[in-house]
């Protein structure tokens, strides 16, 4: 077998042994001989495979001895295995930068705000930061420990794992294109209104308009006066963005429900084609492309957020809306309803569960500290979400004195926010269409690095299942071409008039207990089946350090309980489908829901599926394919000579 050298994977380049650097002593140098050199195979080929090809002290062999090294046998690497191609970052700080690109998304925008402010303000805080400690941090180090330590895809890395949870790898790669089909639709929708800002007037500001009803009202009109013969009515008036997003962007007047989505919006196609070919041109090289993409679109977000805050802090109103935000409603944290809100938001907002940051930490070095990108991602992503908070809401208490409201009545949540109470209050500021123009180049701008995360993980999921074809040429640049064209058509009901219906389906069920689901069996596949003592010695031979008791209980105990009373509670608090329009209320019908729990099940099914298939295919009594099946590939030889299976011992399973 020949594979190509790289100095990095797990040790220095005099190095043989990565724990050399803890006897204090200097490593004795080493010359691999040209037939065994070290490749980015993962754990297939470590570092004692090298113990004949180099010069060893007695600390090195005393060094291999330690429990922490167990897992990695000198055996044998089948001459039959090809090494996939496998590129890297091209630096800490790409991957850095899309490791936060990817996590800090439109949810932090529009979502976050919104949970606060319904959930008790800042009291939101608490149950946020308590989940985000106890289980999305440590799911997220998990993920990206699995993909660092076997530089595999989410698909393959169950093979270093458990392969019989292999379904867990294809249900995230499905969820995660499946996303793509909507989540795309609010870069095209922000395109347009992009787009629409370069005029004197923003659009958005006027009643003038074909579409318009005699509801509509315009934000720079005095409530107390009348206006072209209307008469300012609180629970009937129709704002000028509420009609505009609806009825000029959408033209969702022009459909009676999900059972009469009508034609395509042309305008919106257009847009949706210019969103998918920015993701191919981003992607179609390799994670180096995308590595440089963000550069921009992961920072320039924050710019802008700084400039939006600093314009709305003088705005009137907006201290009452910062009260409303931070001020804390402590009687709400009884409520379960709260911590399952909480829990949902920071989970999604880390973005876990969708393989993406398995596949992107698939391209680091071997040695590169996961755990400090952990750290650092999930601080941003939590400091960016409190900071849009603080922006949106000097916003809507200027909104709510403009309009004589309640906040509570002016705030929305989704699409609603960023397309309606946003471009809302910009209209009435001095050089509105400058401030349309920066807040939509935001949206856009905060949308694309996580659409380009999404599509990273079917892309290297399959990329890793297939690789001797990508040993060909153009190989990478043919499936991104079918990856994104594909998503792009099964998108495209989203661009039709009634195309906010599909939308809400798609949003609903795509991700939703579907995504919970897909997490819990990872974390017990990682923590239950493969071992957290096992993991924690993976991690100690990349990073030099053994995680400590805290990670160890997250992993075994917390973040399974939390993440399995959320799919619990989804079933039971579940409701009936709804849309709330300007046109009222509308009910989806039995069918569409039914649709949308076939669309959950067909990601969730596979993680079961996959394990009924794969105990009925291979060869072998029932005991002896459970035992393969648990058990990481690299490992099954040993069982076959000695019949010891490690994961049938009841210390395997009880060990913390």
Not at 508 to 529: D, H, K, P, R, Y
Request: one cysteine or more; a neutral charge.
């Amino acid at each position: 077998m020949q594979v190509r050298s790289e100095k990095n994977k797990g040790q220095t380049e005099p190095d043989c042994n990565s724990n050399n650097m803890d006897n204090g002593k200097a490593p004795t140098p080493c010359s691999p001989s040209e037939d065994v050199t070290f490749d980015d195979v993962g754990p297939l080929i470590k570092m004692d495979n090298l113990k004949n090809e180099c010069e060893q002290s007695p600390e090195d062999s005393k060094d291999k001895m330690l429990p922490e090294n167990n897992n990695v046998k000198d055996k044998h690497v089948h001459d039959h295995f090809v090494a996939p191609p496998k590129e890297t970052w091209s630096g800490g700080a790409d991957y850095l930068l899309a490791a936060i690109g990817y996590s800090v998304d439109l949810s932090n925008v529009w979502r976050f705000p919104y949970l606060a402010y319904k959930n008790g303000g800042g009291a939101f805080i608490i149950p946020y930061f308590t989940v985000l400690v106890l289980g999305a941090v440590p799911v997220f180090f998990m993920e990206l420990s699995m993909g660092q330590f076997s530089k595999e895809g989410p698909i393959n890395v169950w093979n270093n794992l458990a392969p019989m949870f292999r379904g867990i790898g294809f249900a995230s790669c499905w969820m995660a294109y499946i996303v793509a089909f909507y989540y795309n639709m609010v870069i095209a929708w922000a395109f347009y209104y992009l787009f629409s800002s370069f005029t004197w007037t923003v659009p958005w500001s006027k009643c003038d308009h074909d579409f318009n009803t005699p509801d509509c009202w315009q934000t720079d009109w005095d409530v107390n006066q009348t206006h072209s013969n209307r008469t300012y009515n609180s629970s009937s008036a129709v704002s000028s963005s509420f009609e505009y997003f609806e009825r000029g962007v959408l033209s969702l007047h022009k459909s009676s429900g999900i059972d009469d989505i009508g034609g395509i919006k042309w305008q919106i196609a257009g847009c949706g084609v210019l969103t998918f070919t920015i993701l191919y041109l981003s992607l179609w090289k390799s994670v180096k492309s995308a590595g440089k993409v963000v550069w921009f679109t992961a920072t320039v977000p924050y710019l802008i957020l700084t400039v939006l805050l600093i314009r709305g802090s003088m705005l009137p109103g907006a201290e009452e809306g910062i009260k409303f935000f931070i001020v804390p409603n402590m009687s709400r944290l009884g409520e379960v309803q709260v911590w399952i809100d909480a829990a949902v938001q920071i989970f999604f907002s880390i973005g876990a569960g969708f393989g993406t940051h398995i596949a992107y930490a698939s391209y680091n070095k071997f040695n590169n500290n996961c755990y400090r990108d952990c750290l650092i991602t999930a601080s941003v992503n939590c400091i960016t979400s409190i900071f849009s908070g603080f922006v949106v809401f000097t916003y809507l208490g200027y909104m709510a004195q403009k309009q004589q409201k309640h906040i509570r009545d002016v705030a929305q949540d989704g699409p609603g926010l960023v397309f309606i109470v946003y471009p809302e209050a910009i209209s009435t500021l001095p050089g509105s269409s400058i401030w349309g123009i920066l807040f939509f180049f935001m949206l856009i701008t905060l949308g694309l690095d996580s659409a380009f995360g999404g599509l990273e993980s079917p892309l290297t999921g399959l990329r890793d299942e297939f690789y001797r074809v990508f040993r060909h040429r153009w190989a990478r640049e043919v499936l991104t071409l079918i990856i994104v064209v594909s998503a792009f058509l099964f998108s495209i009901p989203c661009m039709t008039v009634g195309g906010m219906y599909v939308f809400k389906i798609l949003d609903t069920f795509a991700a939703g207990t579907s995504i919970v689901f897909a997490i819990l069996m990872q974390v017990v596949a990682v923590s239950w089946v493969y071992g957290v003592d096992q993991f924690c010695s993976d991690i100690y031979q990349m990073t030099g350090h053994r995680p400590g008791l805290y990670w160890r209980v997250c992993w075994k105990i917390l973040c399974p309980t939390f993440l399995l009373i959320i799919v619990i509670s989804s079933f039971l608090h579940y409701r009936p489908l709804t849309y709330k329009g300007s046109m009222g209320l509308y009910t989806y019908p039995t069918f569409a829901n039914v649709i949308g729990w076939g669309v959950a099940l067909s990601s969730m099914l596979m993680i079961p599926g996959y394990a009924i298939y794969y105990l009925l295919t291979r060869k072998g009594t029932l005991k002896q394919r459970l035992a393969k099946g648990i058990t990481p590939k690299r490992d099954h030889e040993d069982i076959a000579r000695t019949d010891d299976v490690k994961r049938f011992r009841l210390k395997h399973w009880m060990t913390v």
